[in-house]
């Protein structure tokens, strides 16, 4: 019996759902898990130096290592979706990440962890993480494309609600195992889900992007409202390609802005911001639950990305650079557990 055929086969017939919010629904869940296994570094981060008695800065390597070899291999990973069925490549990306997070737990060296968790992991978080799932998801929504990225990145903050699962798994049965089970638990959470619900285009299903039949009369330049809603009309009209992306100080002060400052401050948040509470005096669960609320307040931050779709993207992106600054310039004004709304106060700012 063809049990996917037969769940899809389901979904289809509910009159009035496109099928593209079926797609969004099974890519949330995918970067929930995928990010999650790399952002509960922050939890597992202090048992480990604890229980091998390494330097902060060594361990911390193993986070960063990541990011770098995440980064450099989004690029192929975009190719690989572009020339394949991206539910191949999704599916292989979750099974090297839970493969991989799984055999750190027999690690007994740095060495062991830069090449599992550094290397493997982040390998495998390329082909499953943001690039291959907004490739797929761009290709089923034009209309309302602000919203719908909004609703996938909300799934970043959802896996940070992950960090007290990891701290109670940690507490209940030691870092090794729980690394084991998140591992395992991830492939048979991911694989199954894409292999049955994941289409590459719209056009599988005999449809345009939001859902307009391919017969539809209604004309299909559904960029107008973003165009109309920019700060700059000419520079929405263009159609970019990359080369010509990097000939403008546009691109260049975006990729400054958003990957290397704010980026950044949310990297070595994300690595070092429960270590920071216990030192702080907070205790280990209390410390991972204000992780948590971070990634609460991400999750609503992001759902309101569909104010991108009606303002602009500009009017929207601003103000938030701005509150992320001033939540990272809270973290100086944290000094014990005195005054315990401050880091909850950062968590709200900081997700937002």
């Known amino acids: 019996m063809n049990t996917g055929g037969a769940i899809e086969s389901s979904l289809e017939k509910r009159e009035g759902i496109f099928y593209g919010w079926v797609v969004l629904s099974a890519a949330f869940i995918i970067l929930v898990l995928g990010y999650g296994i790399r952002n509960t570094f922050s939890v597992f981060y202090p048992t480990i130096v604890e229980e091998f008695g390494w330097g902060r800065g060594n361990t911390a390597v193993m986070f960063s290592t990541t990011i770098i070899i995440y980064g450099l291999m989004a690029p192929m990973a975009g190719s690989l979706v572009d020339r394949f069925d991206p539910r191949f490549v999704i ?96 492939i048979a959470i991911t694989v199954p889900l894409c292999s049955i619900l994941v289409r590459r285009s719209p056009r599988d299903k005999g449809l345009l992007p939001d859902g307009i039949p391919e017969d539809s009369p209604e004309p299909h330049d559904l960029n107008e409202p973003l165009i109309k809603d920019s700060l700059e009309g000419k520079w929405a009209r263009t159609t970019w390609t990359l080369s010509r992306a990097l000939k403008t100080y546009h691109f260049w002060l975006l990729f400054l802005i958003a990957f290397c400052l704010l980026g950044l401050a949310e990297q070595i ?84």
Request: aromatic fraction near 14%; charged fraction near 5%.
């Open 269 to 352: 948040a994300i690595a070092h911001q429960v270590y920071f509470f216990r030192d702080v005096g907070y205790r280990p669960m209390l410390a991972a639950t204000i992780y948590s609320v971070f990634g609460v307040l991400f999750v609503i931050g992001n759902l309101c990305s569909f104010l991108s779709d009606r303002l602009g993207r500009e009017k929207v992106f601003i103000p938030s650079c701005l509150l992320s600054v001033g939540a990272v310039s809270l973290l100086f004004l944290i000094k014990d557990t005195s005054q315990p709304w401050m880091p909850f106060l950062f968590a709200v700012c900081f997700g937002l």
């Open 91 to 186: 599916s292989g990306g979750a099974c090297v990440v839970g493969g991989g997070i799984a055999l750190c737990s027999l690690a007994t060296t740095q060495w062991h962890f830069y090449l599992l968790y550094g290397g493997v992991v982040a390998a495998g978080l390329s082909l499953v993480g943001w690039t291959p799932l907004t490739a797929v998801i761009s290709n089923w929504f034009v209309k309302e494309r602000g919203l719908v990225m909004g609703l996938l990145s909300a799934g970043f903050g959802g896996s940070l609600v992950l960090a007290p699962v990891a701290q109670f798994l940690i507490s209940s049965f030691g870092w090794q195992t729980a690394y084991v089970i998140i591992g395992i638990s991830s």
